[in-house]
T-cell receptor, first 115, second 114 residues
Framework: GAVVSQHPSRVICKSGTSVKIECRSL??????MFWYRQFPKQSLMLMATSNEGSKATYEQGVEKDKFLINHASLTLSTLTVTSAHPEDSSFYIC???????????FGSGTRLTVV | DQQVKQNSPSLSVQEGRISILNCDYTNSMFDYFLWYKKYPAEGPTFLIS?????DKNEDGRFTVFLNKSAKHLSLHIVPSQPGDSAVYFCAARAQYSSASKIIFGSGTRLSIRP
């Protein structure tokens, strides 16, 4: 079945540094990738939608200069949290659209802790 | 503005009985609905979906019912098993395309007790 590999699964970084999270679709082409953020015991909040080869579309309230999204190929999308602050600590999840199944495949998530 | 609502944050059901998880939505443009199961520190796993042209979809122990006039859908799990204990998210999208974004509800934590 369709698989999305997300790395790293856990990362701890210092305030002010940047962290890159990668999502790869392993056996299908992900023309569209979605990035979500989940706070403890809350819903998955959509941050942005990225289409291969074009700029990402950010949801209202999400800082595009802070959360840089790159979707340079049909199998790879990255989210970079720049100048991380403790309030950026959260669970980040990517989701790739799968045209073959008209569905979505989620990555396993990344737990980011900023200290 | 919460477009997809799951008003019950938690639900406890005895093993073997039916679990019913509810979801309401406000956006009449939604025409495709999905249910996901999620464990802590993992990504959501797709369970079942339903298009707005149907009112019921069944897959094994899982059945989703859609009431468009009430903007309400529910997921039935029968019989409930211990492995069903997880958080269940209802989600919806406005276009029949996987390139369209999906909006999640807040989730319901289902606990199956022996």
């Amino acid at each position: 079945g369709a698989v999305v590999s997300q790395h790293p699964s856990r990362v701890i970084c210092k305030s002010g540094t940047s962290v890159k999270i990668e999502c790869r679709s392993l056996d299908f082409q992900a023309t569209t990738m979605f990035w979500y953020r989940q706070f403890p015991k809350q819903s998955l909040m959509l941050m942005a939608t990225s289409n291969e080869g074009s700029k990402a579309t950010y949801e209202q309230g999400v800082e595009k200069d802070k959360f840089l999204i790159n979707h340079a190929s049909l199998t790879l999308s990255t989210l970079t949290v720049t100048s991380a602050h403790p309030e950026d600590s959260s669970f980040y999840i990517c989701s790739a659209s799968n045209r073959r199944t008209n569905g979505y495949t989620f990555g396993s998530g990344t737990r980011l802790t900023v200290v | 503005d919460q477009q997809v609502k799951q008003n019950s944050p938690s639900l406890s059901v005895q093993e073997g009985r039916i679990s019913i998880l509810n979801c309401d939505y406000t956006n009449s443009m939604f025409d495709y609905f999905l249910w996901y199961k999620k464990y802590p520190a993992e990504g959501p796993t797709f369970l079942i979906s339903i298009s707005s042209i149907k009112d019921k979809n069944e897959d094994g122990r899982f059945t989703v019912f859609l009431n468009k006039s009430a903007k309400h859908l529910s997921l039935h799990i029968v019989p409930s098993q211990p492995g069903d204990s997880a958080v269940y998210f209802c989600a919806a999208r406005a276009q029949y395309s996987s390139a369209s974004k999906i909006i999640f509800g807040s989730g319901t934590r289902l606990s199956i007790r022996p």
